[in-house]
């Protein structure tokens, strides 16, 4: 067990700070974004929609990934009791990824782009990325001695970080002339690869709660029990599977339809066993609910709930051709990528970085709880909003003879003002939870630089890195 001052910013840390600070980032962009819906072609000439979408996407999307990368690496060595095998190789990693999204957000801010939706920047920006993966991966499998009677969690993170790879790697084929130049086998492997990366991601920060709970409930044996294994491997069969239902307007084998379809319906039995588990959690919830990290896992099982309820109606073929292309799929998306994959990932950062040198005030504590309600309920106003407005444009999109575009814009309004100011009170909600954590490591790090081993004043609190 290594003995570290807790005072000092450990390199896993600060991918969880990194990824803090893209959360703030993407939150400024989303709320332009969503003005831009209201009034079209405002920050026309700097930041149009065009630029904006894509700056609040990747921010967002590469909050997950370095937060997912931070807790991972944090836990592993909880877990272990070990330092990582190669410190030196993770801190590479963090200036790799630190400096090609810096890039990317600048290339964008200058109209540079040539990737595709969701990966829009330059290509050659996606080599550092999958390099800086390699070696996460490298330290990871070094780091665990064995793997044998290793627990579910283990075999989560380690099927995350090989899937995440390969479906990065998948997701720029495209590249090549021999899968651009047929359009349906083009957009199968893209919309393949995407839905796949989600499922490799989710089993990075599913892990991660997993061994959370364990340390928050003080019982380690559900990690080797055969239910979470059972669970695991129906995560895993989703996650090579369940992407057919992102190309079922593509007019590819009837098979791949419907193998996917039948898939998607064993999320019903997660589904399943999250309703059965509610009674429970509801008891347990009433016992740790002072414990934030808890009330941030509570609020993620209600949107797992609600999202695989979204999830499953959308993979109905019959369904999914009036939702296609609507936003009722940016409902989907945001609802998952906000209400689970960001509310477990805030769990994590609460207890990776809460004990401090700092402890939070009791101001702070009652800001946080006002932020944690606000982000909650305008999270589900906003999400019933673009489910409300996806319905009218689906609607629009069947109608024999439509009415023109710029009518049913109009038509969109109201509920484009119900997404602004729900989504303006959940930034805001965000803040105020962002703010305590934030200033906190700030204040932590003056206080390591005064006190800095060697300086003659490391007199701080020593704590072990095992718990
Ligand atoms: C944790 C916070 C957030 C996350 C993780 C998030 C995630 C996402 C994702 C993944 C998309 C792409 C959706 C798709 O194409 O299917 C998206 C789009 C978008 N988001 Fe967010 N979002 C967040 C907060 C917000 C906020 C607070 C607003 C502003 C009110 C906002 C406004 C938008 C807009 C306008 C789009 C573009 C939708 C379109 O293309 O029509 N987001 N967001």
Redesign the pocket.
């Known amino acids: 067990m290594a003995a570290l001052n807790n005072n000092k910013p450990t390199t896993s840390r600060l991918f969880m700070i990194a990824g803090l600070g893209l ?1 703030a980032a ?2 400024l ?9 209201l009034v079209p072609g405002s920050l026309k000439e700097y930041l149009s ?1 065009e630029r ?2 894509p700056l ?2 990747s921010s ?2 590469f ?2 990934i370095f937060g997912a990368t931070g807790a991972v690496l944090t836990y592993l060595q909880q877990y272990t009791g070990k330092k990582l095998y190669c410190p030196l190789l993770v801190k590479i990693q963090l200036s790799i990824f630190a400096g090609s999204v810096i890039t990317i957000l600048i290339s964008y801010t200058a109209g540079i782009f040539g990737g595709r ?2 990966w829009e920047f330059h290509p050659a920006l996606a080599i550092p990325i999958a390099a800086g993966w390699i070696l996460f991966i490298i330290n990871f499998i070094r780091s665990i001695s064995s793997f044998r009677k290793q627990p579910v969690y283990v075999w989560m993170w380690i099927t995350g970080l090989f899937f995440f790879l390969f479906t990065f790697i998948e997701s720029y084929l495209w590249i090549f002339p021999y899968f651009r130049n047929s359009v349906v086998n083009d957009m199968t492997i893209q919309w393949k690869s995407y839905g796949s990366m989600v499922g490799a991601w989710n089993m990075l920060i599913y892990g991660s709660s997993f061994f959370l709970m364990e340390k928050i409930s003080g019982n380690n044996k559900y990690s080797h029990a055969p239910i979470a294994f059972i669970l695991y491997f129906t995560g895993l069969f989703n996650l090579m599977f369940n992407w057919g239902h992102h190309i079922y307007t593509l007019p590819t084998y009837p098979f791949i339809k419907h193998i996917s379809y039948a898939v998607s319906m064993t999320e019903l039995f997660i589904i399943g066993r999250i309703i059965w588990q509610w009674r429970s959690t509801v008891s347990t919830a009433r016992k740790h609910f002072h414990h934030t990290a808890y009330r941030f896992i509570v609020a993620a099982d209600i949107w797992i709930f609600l999202t695989l309820a979204l999830a499953i109606a959308m993979s109905i073929p019959a369904v999914n051709v009036y939702t296609h292309g609507t ?1 009722i ?2 409902a ?3 609802g ?3 209400g689970i ?2 509310f477990l990932l805030l769990a994590i950062a609460f207890d990776i970085l809460h004990d401090t040198c700092t402890p939070l005030s009791e101001k702070n504590i009652k800001w946080l709880k006002r932020g944690y309600a606000t982000v909650n309920i305008s999270l589900l106003i ?1 999400w019933i909003s673009l489910i409300a407005a996806g319905v009218l444009k689906a609607r629009w999109q069947m109608q024999e003879t439509p009415l023109p575009f710029s009518s049913m814009m109009l038509m969109l309004k109201p509920y484009f003002i119900v ?2 100011i ?3 009170a ?2 805001t909600g ?1 803040f105020l939870i962002l703010y305590p954590l934030l200033k906190n490591q700030a204040a932590c790090y003056f206080k390591y630089l005064v006190n800095k081993p060697g300086t003659g004043q490391d007199r701080l609190p020593v704590q072990l890195i095992v718990e």
Request: glycine share 10%; net charge neutral.
């Open positions: 959360l993407g939150l962009f989303g709320l332009t974004g969503a003005w831009q819906y929609f904006i979408r609040h996407v967002v999307v909050w997950i939706e969701y936003h799929t940016v989907h998306t945001m998952a990528t906000i994959n960001s906003f997404f602004f729900s989504g303006s959940m930034a965000f």
